[in-house]
Structure formats: structure tokens, C-alpha cells
């Protein structure tokens, strides 16, 4: 079993609430729109003896770019998973995403981006779409969101939505 904490849009914040989830979590994935090397570092040194999972974002500048990737591909707990920022939306898939699903035929698709949080079955693609909403406080979002959960042999368990006031 494998603990995840998951974030997106953190625009450059930083909440100090989120070293909580860092410190339960065996890994920690982002997926992208980090905002600043101030929050990449504090990640990352936060999180020196865990597995993290980075994409970038749109709003990424070279120097977080040149730290992380445009997406990611791995398995774990016998799910393929697939994180990139912009996917499109739900069912409606970007071109490039379309092609990476083609190409990994991932179980799980993570993306960020659209600062809507949304966990739900996809039956055209046969996957799982997890987008985390937005963590940071920039944006049209009202609330501040990211997700806790647990991968285990094919299963996601104990889903939970973590909330905070923008």
C-alpha cells in the first residue's frame, strides 16, 4: 500500500498546513503550475526520503522546467499512471494527451490546470481521471483542494478531499 498526497496550482503559496499530509504520505505528487522555486525547494526538502512526482505547469518558468517534466509515466501498486498538467477536460482530452493515453494506456490519468477538482471514471478511456483542483490561492476557484489516498494492488482507497479557505 502507498500513501499519496496529491496537489496542483499552487501558484507560488505556500501552506504550512500541507506538512502534515507531507510527513503521512509516502509519496507526494504535484501536478504543476508550482509557481516559484520557493515552493519546488521547500517540497523537496521537505520530502528528502519520500518518492515526489513533479510535472510543470503552464506558468512554470525554465527554472522550475529544467527540475521537472512535462509528464510522467510509472507503475505502482499494478495501476499505470500518467500525470501531466493540461490534460483537456474530461472525456475531451487534449491532442497530446490523446496520444500519451495511446501510447501508455495508463489506469490512472492525473492533471491539474482547470483548478476544478474531479475524480471520476472515464468508460471511453478506461480510466480513472483525478484532477486535485487548485491548492494555491490564485484563481476563479472558492475553495483550496488537494487529495489524500491510497494505491494498493489495483485499488484506490480511503479518498479524501482536503479543503482550506482561499
Given at each position: 500500500m502507498t500513501k499519496i498526497f496529491l496537489l496542483?496550482?499552487?501558484?507560488?503559496?505556500?501552506?504550512?498546513?500541507w506538512i502534515k499530509y507531507f510527513q503521512q504520505a509516502d509519496e507526494v505528487w504535484h501536478a504543476g503550475d508550482i509557481g516559484n522555486d520557493n515552493v519546488?525547494?521547500?517540497?523537496?526538502?521537505?520530502?528528502?526520503?519520500?518518492?515526489?512526482?513533479?510535472?510543470y505547469g503552464n506558468i512554470d518558468e525554465s527554472d522550475i522546467r529544467t527540475q521537472t517534466n512535462e509528464y510522467l509515466y510509472f507503475e505502482l501498486e499494478n495501476f499505470k499512471i500518467l500525470i501531466t498538467h493540461i490534460a483537456g477536460t474530461y472525456g475531451k482530452y487534449s491532442t497530446s494527451t490523446q496520444k500519451l493515453i495511446q501510447n501508455y494506456h495508463p489506469d490512472i490519468l492525473v492533471c491539474g490546470h482547470s483548478h476544478i477538482l474531479k475524480v471520476k471514471w472515464d468508460n471511453a478511456y478506461n480510466l480513472w481521471y483525478i484532477n486535485p483542483g487548485a491548492a494555491g490561492k490564485y484563481g476563479v476557484h472558492k475553495v483550496c483542494t488537494a487529495l489524500f489516498f491510497e494505491l494498493d494492488s489495483g485499488k484506490i482507497l480511503n479518498m479524501k478531499i482536503i479543503e482550506w479557505e482561499k
Open positions: 496542483s496550482d499552487t501558484h507560488g503559496y505556500w501552506n504550512t498546513e519546488l525547494n521547500t517540497i523537496q526538502s521537505l520530502c528528502k526520503n519520500k518518492t515526489i512526482r513533479i510535472v
